[in-house]
């Protein structure tokens, strides 16, 4: 036999690929995206192994897309590497010359494999059972009749993909059952006095454009460093302030919830969006001060920095000072807050770029000597404040013939007094309608630089024009607080976050 003729798949090997392929269907349809997704382990392990260049570029070129193209990699990976051990079971059956063999020894092989990579048995049970029927229809298809001259092998491959197509279908509809998203933005019928009173104001406030979403995001992004959120059991999580301190010190969700807490608006943006992008939010948050569970372990830091942990393994450094005014929240917009982000406890810091507002928070570490969080380690350099935007996300034609654009534009903590619009791509500006501010004042307490003047929330805005009947390019720009115009100069997302005024071409 020549070595082509050695190499060249073998029927048997479509089989095992297939069984492989039901295997990961199998593992998802009991457990959906969710840690135990035979997928999951190696999804979390490619991404570390990818140098920090690639990482860099598959967010800025691709955004979440590159994350969810990682997860289908994984899958595919796991689907060969399971594959390949249901034809090692197909293998020793066919020495053992027992048509049962195939099925039960491959899928009790697969039971094991996805046990010790994932410690879940119904993942490894999903697993192994999507081998074993594929296998199972495999080894009998050629029993049943068919067409004079039809080829046994090729029986065998096509019910083995048909079977592998059935367990994904099965899998589709079972495992897309466990979303982690938030609910849709609506005022809960047990929603708080203050919760309620906060919800219609911003919907009251909300600017009627076409395509411009309200005050209350009802989609808020999520960017994670695994594509499948953990999943934390309430009863067992605890909260730990550790390192340079006095006294350590470990609360469990019920310690926090029963602090004195607050509710108020924050926005969040990513450091990796592009300029006018869409992964920039606002929700109603409802929490307890971060600092006031830091103090009561007293930090004894040189360097003044902390270190948040989170149930994923992510990890993020920042100054201490950052979190005067930030807030361990436990609710969105009056609801639980979701697993995608981060329940049952996230932190949000004021003003700050969205990747130190870590999600699923086990720990506070007080650091004695500065370090790099996860993105610094990979080239990123997203711990300081937001830069100021302002938007262009809806280009409208009015009934009358005029034109209107509109956005969100946001500053952090500066906060936003205006927005300038110009149709001429920059020679002349005129300024934009702007919505009602979601919150007036802030009542933190410290020193200037360390707490925020101004609420952390985002404004809507709002322009109409005669339409100059020809293509032309919309300019926009935000005036924060205090009559500091936003920088013009464009910048890219890495590594210190997108920065620059927003155009759009409008025909």
Same mark, same amino acid.
């Given at each position: 036999?020549?070595?082509?003729?050695?190499?060249?798949?073998?029927?048997?090997?479509?089989?095992?690929?297939? %069984?492989?392929?039901?295997?990961?269907?199998?593992? &998802?349809?009991?457990?959906?995206?969710?840690?135990? &997704?035979?997928?999951?382990p190696l999804e979390r392990w490619l991404t570390r192994q990818?140098?920090?260049?690639?990482?860099?570029?598959?967010?800025?070129?691709?955004?979440?897309?590159?994350?969810?193209?990682?997860?289908?990699? %994984?899958?595919?990976?796991?689907?060969?590497?399971?594959?390949?051990?249901?034809?090692?079971?197909?293998?020793? @059956?066919?020495?053992?010359?027992?048509?049962?063999?195939?099925?039960?020894?491959?899928?009790?092989?697969?039971?094991?494999?996805?046990?010790?990579?994932?410690?879940? &048995?119904?993942?490894?049970?999903?697993?192994?059972?999507?081998?074993?029927?594929?296998?199972?229809?495999?080894?009998?298809?050629?029993?049943?009749?068919?067409?004079?001259?039809?080829?046994?092998?090729?029986?065998?491959?096509?019910?083995?993909?048909?079977?592998?197509?059935?367990?994904?279908?099965?899998?589709?509809?079972?495992?897309?059952?466990?979303?982690?998203?938030?609910?849709?933005?609506? /005022?809960?019928?047990?929603?708080?006095?203050?919760?309620?009173?906060?919800?219609?104001?911003?919907? +009251?406030?909300?600017?009627?454009?076409?395509?411009?979403?309200?005050?209350?995001?009802?989609?808020? $992004?999520?960017? +994670?460093?695994?594509?499948?959120?953990?999943?934390? #059991?309430?009863? +067992?999580?605890?909260?730990?302030?550790? !390192?340079?301190?006095?006294?350590?010190?470990?609360? *469990? /969700?019920?310690?926090?919830?029963?602090? *004195?807490?607050?509710?108020?608006?924050?926005?969040?943006?990513?450091?990796?969006?592009?300029?006018?992008?869409? =992964?920039? #939010?606002?929700?109603?948050?409802?929490?307890?001060?971060?600092?006031?569970?830091?103090?009561?372990?007293?930090?004894?830091?040189?360097?003044?920095?902390?270190?948040?942990?989170?149930?994923? *393994?992510?990890?993020?450094? &920042?100054?201490?000072?950052?979190?005067?005014? @930030?807030?361990?929240?436990?609710?969105?917009n009056g609801r639980p807050l979701p697993r995608s982000h981060?329940?049952?406890?996230?932190?949000?810091?004021?003003?700050?770029?969205?990747? /130190?507002?870590? =999600?699923?928070?086990?720990?506070?570490?007080?650091?004695?000597?500065?370090?790099?969080?996860?993105?610094?380690?990979? @080239?990123?350099?997203?711990?300081?404040?937001?830069?100021?935007?302002?938007?262009?996300?809806?280009?409208?034609?009015?009934?009358?013939?005029?034109?209107?654009?509109?956005?969100?534009? $946001? %500053?952090?903590?500066?906060?936003?007094?205006?927005?300038?619009?110009?149709? +001429?791509? !920059?020679?002349?500006?005129?300024?934009?309608?702007?919505?009602?501010?979601?919150?007036?004042?802030?009542?933190?307490?410290?020193?200037?630089?360390?707490?925020?003047?101004?609420?952390?929330?985002?404004?809507?805005?709002?322009?109409?024009?005669?339409?100059?009947?020809?293509?032309?390019?919309?300019?926009?720009?935000?005036?924060?607080?205090?009559?500091?115009?936003?920088?013009?100069?464009?910048?890219?997302?890495?590594?210190?976050?997108?920065s620059g005024w927003v155009s759009r071409t409008v025909n």
């Amino acid at each position: 036999m020549s070595q082509r003729a050695r190499l060249r798949p073998t029927t048997d090997d479509g089989v095992a690929l297939f %069984a492989g392929v039901a295997a990961v269907a199998g593992s &998802f349809a009991a457990v959906g995206f969710t840690p135990p &997704f035979v997928a999951s382990p190696l999804e979390r392990w490619l991404t570390r192994q990818m140098p920090g260049a690639i990482v860099a570029t598959a967010i800025q070129y691709l955004g979440s897309l590159g994350q969810q193209l990682n997860l289908v990699l %994984a899958a595919l990976l796991a689907a060969v590497v399971l594959g390949g051990v249901a034809r090692l079971g197909m293998a020793i @059956g066919d020495a053992l010359y027992n048509r049962a063999v195939p099925p039960v020894l491959a899928g009790t092989l697969v039971f094991a494999l996805v046990t010790i990579v994932t410690g879940s &048995f119904p993942s490894s049970g999903g697993a192994a059972l999507g081998t074993g029927v594929v296998l199972a229809v495999a080894t009998l298809s050629p029993a049943v009749p068919a067409p004079e001259g039809a080829s046994p092998d090729r029986r065998r491959v096509l019910a083995s993909l048909g079977t592998a197509l059935g367990v994904g279908a099965v899998a589709g509809v079972l495992g897309s059952g466990s979303s982690t998203g938030p609910a849709p933005v609506e /005022i809960p019928e047990n929603a708080s006095t203050e919760v309620r009173g906060a919800l219609q104001t911003a919907a +009251d406030n909300s600017l009627a454009v076409d395509g411009l979403e309200p005050l209350v995001s009802q989609q808020f $992004y999520t960017v +994670d460093i695994n594509a499948v959120d953990p999943e934390v #059991d309430v009863t +067992d999580w605890s909260l730990s302030v550790t !390192g340079a301190v006095e006294e350590e010190i470990t609360l *469990d /969700i019920e310690d926090i919830r029963s602090m *004195d807490s607050r509710t108020e608006f924050n926005t969040l943006r990513c450091v990796g969006e592009n300029l006018n992008g869409k =992964k920039m #939010d606002n929700a109603l948050w409802t929490g307890v001060d971060v600092m006031d569970i830091v103090e009561r372990a007293n930090p004894q830091s040189d360097c003044e920095c902390v270190m948040l942990r989170a149930a994923d *393994d992510y990890y993020e450094e &920042f100054p201490i000072a950052a979190l005067n005014g @930030g807030m361990l929240a436990y609710q969105m917009n009056g609801r639980p807050l979701p697993r995608s982000h981060g329940y049952p406890l996230r932190a949000l810091v004021p003003g700050h770029w969205g990747e /130190i507002n870590v =999600k699923w928070l086990t720990e506070i570490e007080v650091l004695e000597r500065e370090a790099d969080g996860y993105w610094e380690e990979r @080239g990123w350099h997203g711990t300081g404040p937001v830069e100021t935007v302002a938007k262009i996300h809806a280009v409208n034609t009015l009934p009358e013939g005029r034109k209107q654009v509109g956005g969100h534009a $946001y %500053a952090g903590t500066r906060g936003v007094s205006a927005v300038e619009v110009s149709t +001429d791509g !920059g020679d002349t500006w005129n300024e934009a309608t702007l919505s009602e501010p979601l919150m007036e004042s802030v009542d933190w307490e410290g020193d200037p630089g360390q707490t925020p003047h101004a609420p952390d929330v985002w404004r809507q805005w709002a322009y109409e024009y005669d339409d100059p009947g020809r293509r032309h390019e919309v300019v926009a720009r935000a005036i924060e607080a205090d009559g500091t115009v936003q920088p013009e100069e464009r910048r890219e997302s890495f590594p210190n976050g997108p920065s620059g005024w927003v155009s759009r071409t409008v025909n």
